[in-house]
């Protein structure tokens, strides 16, 4: 069975900087390409950052890149993001994902596993 456990999540002020954690169990991170997406009240869930299976490979949405990072922790089976810079707009449910492979980094159907989410709430 696998499990993706998004934790790190809460309220931080607009400039903080907040680090979320993915734990994964029943499949082994460096063998996945690893996401985190987010989705906001009333809105879509949209891509956020992704991180290939060799760690070659990095995306970045565009309301993000250059405050985001995604990384991975192969000895903890984790995954981070870490976020700085924190604006109000970053408001949202944070989810990790992973599938074995994707043909895009954005369309959220292209990941298999799903964690439950990790509330990020960022006040001005």
């Known amino acids: 069975q696998v499990q993706l456990v998004e934790s790190g999540g809460g309220l931080m002020q607009a400039g903080g900087s907040l680090r979320l954690s993915c734990v994964a169990s029943?499949?082994?991170?460096?063998?996945?390409?690893m996401g985190w997406f987010r989705q906001a009240p009333g809105k879509e869930r949209e891509f956020v950052a992704g991180i290939s299976r060799s760690d070659s490979l990095t995306s970045y949405s565009d309301s993000v890149k250059g405050r985001f990072t995604i990384s991975r922790d192969n000895a903890e089976n984790t995954v981070y993001l870490q976020m700085n810079s924190l604006k109000p707009e970053d408001t949202a449910v944070y989810y990790c994902a992973a599938a074995p492979n994707v043909k895009a980094w954005s369309p959220a159907f292209e990941f298999t596993y799903w964690g439950q989410g990790a509330q990020v709430t960022v006040s001005s």
């Open positions: 029943g499949i082994t991170v460096s063998g996945y390409v």
